[in-house]
């Protein structure tokens, strides 16, 4: 697994549409991703089980590879403890990191999996985007929207919705 999780990259995921016009196997994939509402979003690693996931569910998310700080970011501001209770340093010690940014550091790493940490809710609940959407939510991001696989750019959006 060492070799293999050098290998791996960290991708964003955010959920930008509803699924009023989804089809039944879109709503699962998505429900798979625990992405159940608007401006959530989740951190996964690039396997291709997850990529083919990403790839179902295209027209509804915008997903790309994070940086470490954004991870870092995410975790501080967003992550939660069940409860809805803020992450604290008691939580990251009891799990074996001594900061926070040991922890971000692991996920960016996909040396462990986020929504596999105990106590803690899997999914980071965002605001909308700050001055809204830079192109339509219906259009992909090739085109001139904000849907699909946007790269290293997924850390702008982030950015302006925590």
Same mark, same amino acid.
């Given at each position: ?13 955010? #959920?930008? &549409?509803? $699924? ?10 998505? *429900?798979?991703?625990?992405? !159940? ?40 501001? #967003?992550? &939660?403890? $069940? ?10 010690? *009891?799990?074996?990191?001594? !900061? ?63």
């Amino acid at each position: 697994m060492g070799e293999e999780a050098k290998e791996r990259k960290c991708i964003a995921v955010v #959920r930008i &549409r509803g $699924t009023i016009s989804a089809s039944r196997h879109v709503r699962e994939t998505l *429900k798979m991703l625990n992405l !159940t509402r608007n401006n959530h979003a989740v951190l996964l690693d690039d396997r291709p089980s997850f990529l083919g996931m990403l790839k179902t569910a295209q027209n509804f998310i915008a997903w790309g590879e994070t940086s470490k700080e954004i991870v870092n970011m995410m975790i501080r501001e #967003r992550g &939660r403890a $069940t409860g809805n209770k803020k992450l604290a340093d008691e939580y990251f010690q *009891k799990i074996g990191y001594e !900061t926070l940014e040991g922890l971000a550091e692991a996920v960016f790493n996909c040396q462990i999996e986020y929504w596999k940490l105990p106590h803690t809710q899997t999914v980071f609940k965002l605001h909308p985007p700050s001055k809204g959407f830079k192109g339509k939510i219906k259009k992909g991001y090739g085109m001139g929207g904000e849907l699909g696989y946007r790269g290293e750019k997924i850390n702008e959006l982030i950015k302006r919705m925590l």
